[in-house]
């Protein structure tokens, strides 16, 4: 979400030790459960979750390749 970056691709709520600035008022795109719940019913949580984890690795390593 362009509202959330810094500039550089990173959440401007992110601190220094990776922590969630906002954690608890993080706005529905940022809450897994959430948006599970409201828009991926249709899927298992399990493949979901998976799909979760396979987009949060690409984000990690699309600066290393």
Known sequence: ???????DGICQFLTADNK???????????????????????????DYDRLNQEACNYLLNRGNT
């Open 1 to 7: 979400m362009p509202e959330l970056d810094r500039g």
């Open 20 to 46: 969630c600035a906002i954690y608890d008022d993080r706005p529905l795109i940022c809450n897994t459960d959430k948006v599970y719940e409201r828009y991926f019913k249709h899927m298992s949580r399990d």
